[in-house]
Nanobody, 120 residues
């Protein structure tokens, strides 16, 4: 079965840290570009961080730069989002994403989402 499954969300106080994990199954994560997105009720899904496949290139949204770190462990088929100095505005459902563009089609997967709540 091909899928992504997140874990690691929860409630954390402002200034705290959380690490989200995402396990891939049924496909070779190594070839895929990966990313993390988030969404709050009433708003569209926004990109948080991305990590290109086959390279070390990574990029972050301005609102998480210097606080969040995206990483991957290809042999374990895992991706991670380390989140530090969390703020209440980081509260959202976080989704992991993987995509690979073949010459004639695109292979794409989304996780089911994990809730992160930053509150005192």
């Amino acid at each position: 079965q091909t899928r992504l499954v997140e874990s690691g969300g929860g409630l954390v106080q402002p200034g705290g840290s959380l690490t989200l994990s995402c396990a891939a199954s049924g496909f070779n994560l190594r070839d895929y570009a990966i990313g993390w997105f988030r969404q709050v009720p009433g708003k569209g899904r926004e990109g948080v961080a991305c990590f290109n496949g086959g390279t070390t290139w990574r990029d972050y949204a301005d609102f998480v730069k210097d606080r969040f770190t995206i990483s991957r462990d290809n042999p374990k088929k895992m991706m991670y989002l380390q989140m530090n100095d969390l703020k209440p505005e980081d509260t959202a459902i976080y989704f992991c994403h993987a995509i690979f563009k073949f010459p004639t089609n695109v292979s794409e997967f989304w996780g089911q989402g994990t809730q992160v709540t930053v509150s005192s």
